[in-house]
């Protein structure tokens, strides 16, 4: 866990949560923060439960314009859903304060924590299991795109500057190859030259919202499936969570992510690369739900551009996984030593197969214009 049960209860206890503390548990499987769920007891027969986060100060390094991201876009995501008659408590993050005010708690360490109520009644799954799930989640992160179409971009923070600028990310890469700090490079050739391959395909949708041939829109930036809370009975997109990446960005961004993530037959970090694909059913289901949940929002140049979304995404995941495996792994929680590298090359494989099909995913897209 990190730190130790009785230091978790304690910053536990700096925030507003009802009840007695009964149990604190690791919780999830991201690769950037660190997750616990808090069980408290609030009657003989009813607990209330809530998220502890250990937000990551290597990855995020201005919590407070972090947090000040957070606070505008879920209260202004509440006020939208009580307006429509939903459940403000289940539909969007809510933060719960320290009770001495502020909306997160400074360690002595350095490190930085906040409280999220618990999302009750709904999951968030590693995998698609099941090909509606993964419908769901599209309308759903459609549908956050919509419903943040009017919010205040100018006032957002970059919490990760040039999180995908893919430029940017080729350049870093570049650099990270040049050093070699670990002497991995020869081990990589093969993928280097992937990437190499594929520079000026790093381009194309920087230039486009450039020029703004498509529009810079709030977007998530960080659509995989497990940070959508999918609840139990009517198996819908209940709630939108991991917000520290929401920026401006692109809805091509939010689109290509999800596809990155769910629509690949392999996990993440596979290592038999027979198992990836770019399954073209799940990636039509996703692009109907997506559309759908965006009502009407995207324009047509956005939706012709899908395919490249997904595509250039990958590309850039793959890129970034890389880069921290030839950095020395400091970027992503890795569970094994070659872990980065693995998670590398099925982004790669991914990719390969999404140009293998690629007027196919295009038909796909031009079918739901
Ligand atoms: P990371 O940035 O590390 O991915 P997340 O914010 O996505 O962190 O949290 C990790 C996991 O914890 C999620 O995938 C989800 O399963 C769970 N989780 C996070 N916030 C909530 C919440 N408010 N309610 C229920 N589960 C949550
Ligand atoms: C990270 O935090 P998590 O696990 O949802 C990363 C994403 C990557 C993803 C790859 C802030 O997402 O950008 O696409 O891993 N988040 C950050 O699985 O870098
Ligand atoms: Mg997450």
């Known amino acids: 866990m990190g730190k130790e049960k009785s230091e978790l209860i304690r910053i536990a206890e700096?925030?507003?949560?009802?009840?007695?503390?009964?149990s604190i548990d690791a919780h999830g499987n991201g690769h950037i923060n660190d997750t616990f769920l808090l069980t408290c007891r609030v009657a003989p027969e009813?607990?209330?439960?809530?998220?502890?986060?250990?937000?990551?100060?290597?990855?995020?390094?201005?919590?407070?314009?972090?947090?000040?991201?957070?606070?505008?876009?879920?209260?202004?995501?509440?006020?939208?859903?009580?307006?429509?008659?939903?459940?403000?408590?289940?539909e969007a993050l809510n933060v719960i304060p320290l009770r001495g005010g502020g909306s997160y708690w400074?360690?002595?360490?350095?490190?930085?924590?906040?409280v999220y109520l618990f999302v009750e009644g709904a999951d968030s799954f590693d995998v698609v299991k099941r090909p509606e799930d993964f419908y769901e989640s599209a309308v759903a992160f459609g549908h956050f795109q919509k419903l943040l179409e009017d919010y205040?971009?100018?006032?957002?923070?970059?919490?990760?500057?040039?999180?995908?600028?893919?430029?940017?990310r080729l350049e870093k890469f570049k650099e990270a190859v040049e050093a070699d700090l670990m002497h991995r490079v020869a081990e990589v050739e093969a993928e280097i030259r992937f990437v190499m391959e594929r520079e000026e395909d790093c381009h194309i949708l920087c230039d486009m919202l450039a020029s703004g041939e498509i529009p810079l829109r709030v977007s998530h930036n960080d659509t995989k499936l497990n940070n959508i809370m999918l609840d139990h009975e009517t198996g819908k997109g209940?709630?939108?969570?991991?917000?520290?990446?929401?920026?401006?960005?692109?809805?091509?961004?939010?689109?290509?992510?999800?596809?990155?993530?769910?629509?690949?037959?392999?996990?993440?970090?596979?290592?038999d690369l027979s198992k990836i694909s770019c399954d073209l059913e799940l990636f039509s289901l996703y692009t109907k739900g997506f559309i759908e949940g965006c009502e009407g929002s995207l324009t047509e140049k956005e939706i012709r551009m899908l395919p490249m979304g997904a595509k250039?995404?990958?590309?850039?995941?793959?890129?970034?996984?890389?880069?921290?495996?030839?950095?020395?792994?400091?970027?992503?929680?890795?569970?094994?030593?070659?872990?980065?590298?693995?998670?590398?090359?099925?982004?790669?494989?991914?990719?390969?197969?999404?140009?293998d099909k690629w007027s196919q995913m295009q038909e796909i897209v031009e079918s739901y214009l």
């Open 14 to 22: 700096q925030f507003e949560i009802e009840g007695e503390l009964e």
């Open 238 to 271: 209940i709630c939108v969570i991991d917000l520290d990446t929401v920026m401006p960005g692109s809805a091509l961004y939010d689109y290509g992510d999800s596809i990155r993530f769910g629509a690949n037959t392999g996990e993440e970090d596979e290592k």
């Open 152 to 168: 205040p971009a100018e006032s957002l923070h970059e919490t990760i500057p040039n999180f995908h600028n893919t430029i940017d």
């Open 312 to 355: 250039l995404m990958t590309l850039e995941c793959g890129i970034r996984f890389l880069t921290d495996y030839l950095e020395g792994d400091h970027y992503y929680k890795i569970h094994r030593p070659e872990h980065n590298l693995d998670r590398c090359r099925t982004q790669f494989a991914m990719v390969k197969d999404m140009e």
């Open 106 to 114: 400074k360690e002595g360490d350095g490190t930085f924590w906040r």
């Open 46 to 90: 009813r607990v209330r439960k809530y998220i502890l986060q250990r937000m990551n100060h290597e990855v995020f390094k201005d919590p407070d314009g972090l947090m000040e991201n957070v606070m505008g876009v879920t209260s202004f995501l509440q006020k939208k859903i009580r307006e429509n008659g939903g459940d403000p408590e289940r």
